[in-house]
């Protein structure tokens, strides 16, 4: 495969990496990567709907006091002012290009989640919202000229020499060659597949945080993952996720002597923020020694549940479970992570050239937990940004480096492993021991286990498969340092040991490489 140069190399095709793509379009040739199926994102499966504060009885002012609280005093103001006073325009122009979110009658119909104190959430095909955006972006991204896509195209490294990004190596079949561009944006999604329990696609596996920490990038707030209390839980079924907005319309959560238990936690019951639903539900488990709670939606009108729920409806169907009239059994699963690479509020990073959009990305608008429903929303207005900044950067990034570039083919390894089994076991002991609740012992046994393994870090692979399992253990790593280093429990990490949020506790946790191994900074 030949080495190829454009103007703008997006890596990712989900709504902050498609939204990307369509704002560089004018600017020059564009490329975008995907390491699968275009669709095959979170994006894609996104069901409960977009935040945006649109309807008559709301304003942007509340749903920026609603994102500050659910961020517990960690969000950037800055970065939450831009997210809601953007955030109506660029839903608006995505209902200019095609896309259709419910209705009723003639007006937009909105939903209720978790921590929101108003009805703001617009929703697709019932339970389909990010499909439908997802659908738009792409029919979109197809109908400009300057757009390039290439499927099943994995990004392997950045390029980075003399402190600016140059480009990315890129895997595809078994060949690795460098697309060289004047700006480079990181689109890659969350990292939940690092966790055994996810709600996440098989392509989220943390690559993006991962490659930005080998060029040297900060990453931040990585302690903070957010466990979604309600997927699904039956051996024989996908770890499916069970929308909040089911919560929304009136579903209870029973444990399984079918006792409601959520008002014993929260004043909001069923509607408390997500952390303390998961915990509540983790601790009805240890309770009565199950290994799930129930979700249950038999008290609520079956054809509305059909109607408003239809993609839920029928996949739980597949596995013998009539939601209008069956408990449905769920437990909590890793499902957004709120830290990332470190951007400002245009995206760009702490490398030149290299721009973050998306769950990849730490813009500090989700604080320590994220408020349900904004992050399509984020997708779409820092995805916007990022691609609105990217364009400004000039230069011919190839020229300018020369003969100096590195050839990463010759240092391929792919050293004679069992990388499935390495990869569960990395995975497991994230769920176990990094998971919903953490002390100090649980996250050092971790650390402990992960560091077995450190020889990975330093091999290189021509699969994905190795690349995959390179990049889990990278940011395997940096959660469990990070979640070390947070010695206090706020939002979504909580430790046993520290369970109040302690001394000075309203900092950043940066971590960059080091010639001796992670650095961690407070910021
Ligand atoms: P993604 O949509 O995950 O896209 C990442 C892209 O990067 C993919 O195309 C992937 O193939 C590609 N990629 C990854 N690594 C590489 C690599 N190395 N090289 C090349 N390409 C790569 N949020 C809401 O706001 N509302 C919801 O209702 C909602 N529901 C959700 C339901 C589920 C089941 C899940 C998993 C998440 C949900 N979320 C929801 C969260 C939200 O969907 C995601 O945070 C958001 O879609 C992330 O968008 P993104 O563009 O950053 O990444
Ligand atoms: C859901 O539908 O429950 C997911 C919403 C989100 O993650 O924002």
Request: contains cysteine; hydrophobic residues 40%; charged residues 25%.
């Amino acid at each position: 495969m030949q080495d190829l140069t454009v103007d703008f190399l997006v890596i990712g095709s989900g709504v902050a990496g498609l939204r990307a793509a369509i704002e560089l379009a004018s600017h020059g040739k564009v490329l975008v990567v995907t390491k699968d199926i275009p669709t095959e994102s979170s994006t894609e499966y996104a069901q409960g709907g977009v935040a945006v504060a649109l309807s008559d009885e709301d304003e942007v002012g509340i749903h920026f006091e609603d994102t500050i609280k659910a961020g517990g005093g960690l969000c950037r103001e800055d970065a939450v002012k831009v997210l809601v006073e953007e955030g109506p325009e660029r839903i608006l122009e995505l209902i200019e290009w095609g896309a259709e979110f419910d209705k009723e009658g003639t007006k937009l119909s909105f939903t209720r989640e978790a921590a929101h104190s108003r009805r703001r959430i617009l929703h697709a095909h019932g339970d389909s919202t990010g499909r439908e955006m997802e659908r738009v972006l792409i029919k979109k991204v197809r109908s400009l000229k300057g757009i390039e896509r290439s499927q099943f195209s994995m990004a392997v490294d950045l390029i980075v020499e003399d402190g600016i990004c140059r480009g990315a190596y890129i895997l595809k079949g078994k060949d690795i060659f460098a697309v060289y561009s004047k700006a480079i944006i990181l689109a890659t999604g969350g990292a939940g597949n690092v966790f055994s329990r996810t709600t996440n696609p098989e392509v989220v596996t943390g690559d993006g945080m991962a490659i930005a920490y080998n060029a040297d990038a900060i990453i931040e707030d990585m302690e903070f993952v957010q466990f979604h209390p309600t997927v699904l839980f039956v051996s024989t079924a996908p770890q499916f996720l069970l929308s909040e907005a089911m919560r929304g319309e009136g579903a209870v959560l029973r444990n399984i002597n079918k006792e409601l238990f959520m008002k014993e936690y929260h004043p909001d019951a069923e509607l408390a923020p997500r952390d303390v639903v998961s915990r509540a539900i983790i601790s009805q488990m240890v309770r009565t020694r199950s290994r799930h709670v129930y979700l249950d939606l038999t008290h609520m009108d079956s054809e509305f549940i059909k109607h408003r729920f239809p993609r839920i409806y029928t996949t739980c169907l597949k596995y013998d479970i009539d939601i209008t009239r069956d408990l449905i059994p769920v437990s909590p699963a890793a499902h957004y992570i709120m830290g990332g690479v470190k951007t400002d509020l245009h995206g760009a990073t702490s490398i030149k050239g290299l721009y973050a959009a998306g769950e990849v990305a730490s813009t500090g608008v989700h604080g320590a937990n994220r408020l349900a429903s904004n992050s399509l929303l984020e997708g779409l207005v820092y995805g916007y940004r990022a691609g609105k900044a990217a364009a400004q950067e000039t230069g011919d990034r190839r020229q300018e480096i020369g003969d100096r570039m590195r050839d990463a083919g010759c240092r391929i390894q792919n050293p004679d492993l069992n990388l499935d089994e390495i990869r569960t076991s990395i995975r497991r002991a994230m769920w176990e021991l990094v998971g919903i609740i953490r002390c100090s012992e649980s996250l050092n046994k971790a650390k402990e286990m992960l560091l077995q393994w450190k020889d990975i870090l330093g091999m290189s692979f021509n699969t994905r498969q190795g690349l995959e399992l390179k990049n889990m253990l990278t940011v395997a790593l940096i959660i469990t340092e990070s979640a070390l280093t947070r010695k206090g429990s706020v939002g979504a990490h909580y430790r046993t040991d520290f369970p109040v949020t302690g001394e000075d506790w309203q900092r950043h946790i940066n971590i960059i490489k080091s010639k001796e191994g992670m650095k961690v900074l407070w910021v």
